[in-house]
């Protein structure tokens, strides 16, 4: 089990602005996943600027159709690493209710030998298919083609998504992050958008199907704030729905935009949480953890044997019984009594089987719900069982 105890970010900026002033990129430092940072561009860099001793980075709140992540130091760097973008389900139905569609993600990172191809030099020419390294001085006998990296250094090292490893120098993560599908014919339910109607002449108006109707954005479900529009051929963002947006003047734009037919609605750039520093390593828990989810939908049973519902967030969270040694079991107390209600970014368990997602389905922005409990396993006091349970925060 990981626990990122000390965030090292001293700095962050993106290539594109934001929204509006409550959606800076800032808001990525702060611990309300909910207030994200939304970009008002479809392609968008995000850099961090980290101290040196970063260990792992943790992503929480994306929404992207793609990202990677490149982390760089003063001496090496780890080429581009994909993001996972995929969302939780592939039903249409996650998209209702839902304010978080993509799982959050823990990043491990060392550096290590690169396993990778290396040129040389004199460099006879070729294509680059596939993350390279080179010496500083390269010296070009023939054409170059460059079909991926090629990083120039006089390093034989990487930084690789390992657990293990020296601590990197001071670092830069660079976030690139593109959102590039069309929701206009998705909806999870009733009619695809067709057209936009303006109320007078201002920002407000409403989303329209083919026939004229008002489109129901809670049924649609893909029209959310910061989605970009793009309607007579330039692109606007949602910056406030009201309700279901189907009264005239519900929805508004972030500039006015004239009667006109709807060409594309994708869904906003956003990132929640971003967190990177040096990390507290503690035993795995034992077997027999158990995944728990809350649900806070609601469920309306009627008198007449009818039902009501509204479907809301899910998050889940774990109850840990993990065996520790004595000097583990000390720092993870000094972090309970540092953190206590403050959340953090944690992966719970480590070293699954290949193909088991534990950086996606272990990791989490989590708070403990109570002080955790010890008891000693041994005469000697080597070895405590500590017991606690933690929950996500969405």
Same mark, same amino acid.
């Given at each position: 089990? =990981?626990?990122l105890?000390d965030?090292?970010i #001293?700095?962050?900026?993106?290539?594109?602005?934001?929204?509006?002033?409550t959606?800076?990129?800032?808001?990525v430092?702060?611990?309300?996943p909910?207030?994200?940072?939304?970009?008002?561009?479809?392609t968008?860099?995000i850099?961090?600027?980290?101290?040196?001793?970063?260990q792992?980075?943790?992503?929480?709140?994306?929404q992207?159709?793609?990202?990677?992540?490149?982390?760089?130091?003063?001496?090496d760097?780890?080429?581009?690493?994909?993001?996972?973008?995929?969302?939780?389900?592939?039903? %249409?139905?996650?998209?209702?209710?839902s #304010?978080?569609?993509?799982?959050?993600?823990?990043f491990?990172f060392?550096?290590a030998?690169?396993?990778?191809p290396?040129?040389?030099?004199?460099y006879?020419?070729?294509?680059?298919? *596939?993350?390279? @390294?080179?010496?500083? &001085?390269?010296?070009?006998?023939?054409?170059? &083609?460059?079909?991926?990296?090629?990083v120039?250094?006089?390093?034989a090292?990487?930084?690789?998504?390992?657990?293990?490893?020296?601590v990197?120098?001071?670092a830069?993560?660079?976030?690139?992050?593109?959102? %590039?599908?069309d929701?206009?014919?998705?909806?999870v339910?009733?009619?695809?958008i067709? =057209?936009w109607? @303006? *109320?007078? !002449?201002?920002? !407000?108006?409403?989303?329209?199907?083919? #026939?004229?109707?008002?489109?129901n954005?809670?049924d649609?479900?893909?029209?959310?704030?910061?989605?970009?529009?793009?309607?007579?051929?330039?692109d606007? =963002?949602?910056?406030?729905?009201?309700?279901?947006?189907?009264?005239?003047g519900?929805?508004?734009?972030?500039?006015?935009?004239s009667?006109? &037919?709807?060409s594309?609605?994708k869904?906003?750039?956003?990132?929640?949480?971003?967190?990177a520093?040096?990390?507290?390593?503690?035993?795995?828990p034992?077997?027999?953890?158990?995944?728990t989810?809350?649900?806070?939908?609601?469920?309306?049973?009627l008198?007449n044997?009818?039902?009501?519902?509204?479907?809301?967030?899910?998050c889940?969270g774990?109850?840990?019984?993990?065996?520790?040694?004595?000097?583990?079991? =000390?720092?993870?107390?000094?972090?309970?009594?540092?953190?206590?209600?403050?959340?953090?970014?944690?992966?719970?368990?480590e070293?699954?089987?290949?193909?088991?997602?534990?950086?996606?389905?272990?990791?989490?922005f989590?708070?403990l719900r109570? !002080?955790?409990?010890?008891?000693? !396993?041994?005469h000697s006091?080597?070895?405590t *069982? &500590?017991?606690f349970?933690?929950h996500?925060v969405?």
């Amino acid at each position: 089990m =990981q626990i990122l105890q000390d965030d090292l970010i #001293s700095a962050v900026s993106s290539s594109a602005s934001h929204l509006s002033a409550t959606y800076p990129v800032g808001n990525v430092r702060d611990d309300i996943p909910s207030l994200p940072y939304i970009c008002n561009a479809t392609t968008c860099t995000i850099t961090l600027t980290v101290a040196s001793g970063m260990q792992a980075l943790f992503l929480s709140g994306l929404q992207a159709d793609s990202a990677t992540v490149m982390v760089s130091d003063t001496t090496d760097d780890s080429g581009q690493i994909t993001i996972n973008t995929t969302p939780y389900s592939s039903l %249409s139905e996650l998209a209702t209710g839902s #304010s978080q569609r993509i799982s959050p993600e823990w990043f491990s990172f060392g550096v290590a030998s690169f396993p990778g191809p290396t040129i040389s030099s004199p460099y006879a020419g070729g294509t680059i298919s *596939e993350y390279t @390294q080179g010496p500083t &001085t390269l010296v070009l006998a023939g054409n170059l &083609t460059l079909a991926a990296d090629l990083v120039l250094t006089d390093s034989a090292n990487s930084i690789q998504r390992i657990s293990t490893g020296p601590v990197l120098t001071a670092a830069t993560v660079t976030l690139k992050l593109t959102t %590039s599908t069309d929701r206009k014919d998705s909806p999870v339910s009733g009619n695809a958008i067709y =057209q936009w109607d @303006q *109320e007078a !002449a201002g920002v !407000a108006g409403r989303f329209e199907d083919s #026939s004229g109707a008002a489109v129901n954005l809670n049924d649609f479900a893909n029209v959310m704030i910061g989605s970009i529009c793009t309607i007579g051929g330039t692109d606007y =963002q949602v910056t406030k729905i009201v309700g279901d947006g189907t009264g005239v003047g519900d929805v508004e734009l972030s500039s006015a935009a004239s009667d006109a &037919t709807v060409s594309a609605i994708k869904h906003p750039i956003k990132l929640g949480i971003a967190r990177a520093g040096s990390v507290l390593n503690i035993e795995n828990p034992q077997l027999g953890l158990s995944r728990t989810f809350t649900d806070y939908s609601v469920r309306r049973p009627l008198m007449n044997g009818g039902y009501s519902q509204t479907q809301r967030n899910v998050c889940k969270g774990f109850n840990v019984s993990a065996m520790l040694s004595d000097t583990n079991a =000390q720092n993870f107390e000094g972090f309970y009594r540092a953190f206590r209600s403050k959340p953090f970014p944690a992966i719970i368990a480590e070293g699954l089987d290949s193909g088991r997602n534990e950086n996606t389905r272990m990791a989490g922005f989590y708070y403990l719900r109570s !002080a955790p409990s010890m008891a000693y !396993a041994t005469h000697s006091g080597s070895f405590t *069982e &500590t017991a606690f349970q933690i929950h996500e925060v969405i």
